[in-house]
């Protein structure tokens, strides 16, 4: 098992540490790094409508002007149906983005344009702190941590704008805006993982209010306002450090969300819901030149990479980078060949080693994208479309597709696995199962 702990960071990385069940992201304080996120098909592919712009929208203000209804979310995919018997399930993959920070090195807008470039949707997990001056930080009132703490420290005010008005882009564009919670509490007394559901209550119901209260806070009347009901839109987050899961979901499913991304150590399986709400978990993926798997995140690739440091000797970057993007594209190629399992990808807006990482997300982005162009049934889509997509489909559907394991083609391929899904009872193998366990990995591809 290997760790590496930085002020705001404590993490586990690799598979083999996976069977720990923890992995972890941070960011280093005060706004210096950031902590950082068509054709539709039958089924509801995804799809920004590259090319094509948003219609403009009438803005109606919500509470102090913060944000503000404008409608219907503009360039989402056409609306999901269930699969017919015997179709082949597509090939999901959502990339993600914890923290949502934007300052100044330029990873946000780096990765609007190239989801834009290529039709896709992501899904941006915003820490409500990212939109609140460090000037007004005694707002926040953290559980079991001293008022106005954080463990990922403070935007600038000139990086608060900026984030601004990438989350605005981002929305306008047909991503989601989902939530990294607060102040990334991972370790002491204090640690998210020992919060009591009546504490993320308090969390969430702050994370929001200094999005939707941002004017206020901020006393800046001149950026425009983000272009959604932020209660609505809000549907699924992801812990800090994938920590304090079991006693957040209670509170997730009294709220309404329908998805969480916190677990740690899953496999590439089709997911299920735990108590209620759909858990979509980071996965083990193949690690090249390792018998372990790695996490399908940057952080768990740095983890395993250079151990203790973001800032490793330069001449290991390029071996690196190579094996972290073929990392990711290891996993969607096992996925996609054999049981077609939903594929989660983790990241943060940072240039640890160089920025090889990010060069390694848009690699791997690339390739996948490039399937999807040559006629593949590939979606790049954000948690809350693919959960749209699920949510339609025949429970005893779902229940065929979680008896395949890591790495399983379908017995006799897909037009006979689907053919008649009817006698399989709702809730056969796999419901109920949370899909986080590290053990019985299966085969790299």
Same mark, same amino acid.
């Given at each position: 098992?290997?760790?590496?702990?930085?002020?705001?960071?404590?993490?586990?990385?690799?598979?083999?540490?996976?069977?720990?069940?923890?992995?972890?992201?941070?960011?280093?304080?005060?706004?210096?790094?950031?902590?950082?996120?068509?054709?539709?098909?039958?089924?509801?592919?995804?799809?920004?409508?590259?090319?094509?712009?948003?219609?403009?929208?009438?803005?109606?203000?919500?509470?102090?002007?913060?944000?503000?209804?404008?409608?219907?979310?503009?360039?989402?995919?056409?609306?999901?149906?269930?699969?017919?018997?015997?179709?082949?399930?597509?090939?999901?993959?959502?990339?993600?983005?914890?923290?949502?920070? +934007?300052?100044?090195?330029?990873?946000?807008?780096?990765?609007?344009?190239?989801?834009?470039?290529?039709?896709?949707?992501?899904?941006?997990?915003?820490?409500?702190?990212?939109?609140?001056?460090?000037?007004? *930080?005694?707002?926040?009132?953290?559980?079991?941590?001293?008022?106005?703490?954080?463990?990922?420290?403070?935007?600038?005010?000139?990086?608060?704008?900026?984030?601004?008005?990438?989350?605005?882009?981002?929305?306008?564009?047909?991503?989601?805006?989902?939530?990294?919670?607060?102040?990334?509490?991972?370790?002491?007394?204090?640690?998210?993982?020992?919060?009591?559901?009546?504490?993320?209550?308090?969390?969430?119901?702050?994370?929001?209010?200094?999005?939707?209260?941002?004017?206020?806070?901020?006393?800046?009347?001149?950026?425009?306002?983000?272009?959604?009901?932020?209660?609505?839109?809000?549907?699924?987050?992801?812990?800090?450090?994938?920590?304090?899961?079991?006693?957040?979901?209670?509170?997730?499913?009294?709220?309404?969300?329908?998805?969480?991304?916190?677990?740690?150590?899953?496999?590439?399986?089709?997911?299920?819901?735990?108590?209620?709400?759909?858990?979509?978990?980071?996965?083990?993926?193949?690690?090249?030149?390792?018998?372990? +798997?790695?996490?399908?995140?940057?952080?768990?690739?740095?983890?395993?990479?250079?151990?203790?440091?973001?800032?490793?000797?330069?001449?290991?970057?390029?071996?690196?980078?190579?094996?972290?993007?073929?990392?990711?594209?290891?996993?969607?190629?096992?996925?996609?060949?054999?049981?077609?399992?939903?594929?989660?990808?983790?990241?943060?807006?940072?240039?640890?080693?160089?920025?090889?990482?990010?060069?390694?997300?848009?690699?791997?982005?690339?390739?996948?994208?490039? +399937?999807?162009?040559?006629?593949?049934?590939?979606?790049?889509?954000?948690?809350?479309?693919?959960?749209?997509?699920?949510?339609?489909?025949?429970?005893?559907?779902?229940?065929?597709?979680?008896?395949?394991?890591?790495?399983?083609?379908?017995?006799?391929?897909? *037009?006979?696995?689907?053919?008649?899904? *009817?006698?399989?009872?709702?809730?056969?193998?796999?419901?109920?199962?949370?899909?986080?366990?590290?053990?019985?990995?299966?085969?790299?591809?």
């Amino acid at each position: 098992m290997r760790t590496l702990t930085r002020r705001g960071m404590l993490g586990i990385g690799a598979s083999a540490a996976a069977a720990a069940g923890l992995a972890a992201c941070g960011t280093q304080s005060a706004g210096r790094s950031g902590h950082p996120g068509r054709p539709a098909g039958k089924d509801g592919g995804s799809g920004s409508g590259s090319g094509r712009k948003p219609a403009r929208q009438l803005s109606k203000p919500i509470g102090d002007g913060s944000t503000a209804y404008t409608g219907k979310q503009p360039l989402q995919p056409a609306a999901p149906e269930p699969l017919e018997p015997g179709q082949t399930p597509p090939q999901f993959v959502v990339f993600s983005w914890d923290g949502a920070g +934007e300052v100044g090195n330029g990873l946000f807008p780096r990765f609007l344009d190239l989801a834009k470039e290529h039709g896709a949707h992501m899904t941006f997990f915003l820490s409500g702190l990212y939109l609140l001056p460090e000037s007004k *930080k005694r707002l926040y009132n953290p559980p079991n941590n001293p008022r106005g703490a954080s463990d990922i420290g403070y935007l600038t005010d000139d990086h608060v704008k900026a984030t601004l008005t990438n989350v605005r882009r981002a929305w306008l564009e047909g991503h989601e805006i989902g939530t990294h919670f607060n102040g990334h509490f991972c370790g002491g007394s204090g640690t998210v993982a020992n919060w009591t559901p009546q504490q993320w209550r308090s969390e969430i119901d702050q994370a929001k209010s200094f999005v939707k209260e941002w004017r206020t806070n901020t006393g800046w009347t001149d950026l425009p306002s983000l272009p959604f009901d932020y209660d609505k839109e809000l549907t699924g987050g992801r812990t800090p450090c994938l920590l304090g899961q079991d006693n957040l979901l209670p509170t997730a499913r009294s709220l309404g969300w329908r998805y969480d991304a916190s677990s740690p150590g899953g496999r590439q399986v089709w997911p299920d819901r735990r108590q209620g709400v759909w858990d979509l978990p980071l996965q083990q993926v193949p690690f090249p030149g390792h018998s372990f +798997e790695v996490l399908s995140m940057d952080y768990n690739m740095l983890a395993n990479q250079s151990v203790n440091s973001t800032n490793a000797p330069a001449y290991n970057y390029p071996g690196w980078r190579t094996q972290a993007a073929q990392a990711y594209i290891s996993g969607f190629r096992r996925a996609y060949e054999s049981n077609r399992a939903p594929f989660f990808i983790g990241n943060h807006f940072e240039h640890w080693n160089g920025g090889i990482y990010m060069d390694a997300v848009e690699q791997a982005f690339k390739h996948m994208a490039r +399937e999807k162009e040559k006629g593949a049934d590939v979606r790049l889509v954000s948690f809350r479309q693919f959960t749209d997509w699920i949510d339609v489909q025949k429970p005893e559907v779902l229940a065929k597709l979680r008896t395949l394991d890591v790495g399983q083609q379908p017995a006799g391929g897909w *037009k006979t696995f689907l053919a008649d899904t *009817k006698a399989t009872p709702s809730g056969a193998a796999g419901s109920g199962t949370t899909g986080s366990s590290a053990s019985g990995r299966g085969k790299a591809a």
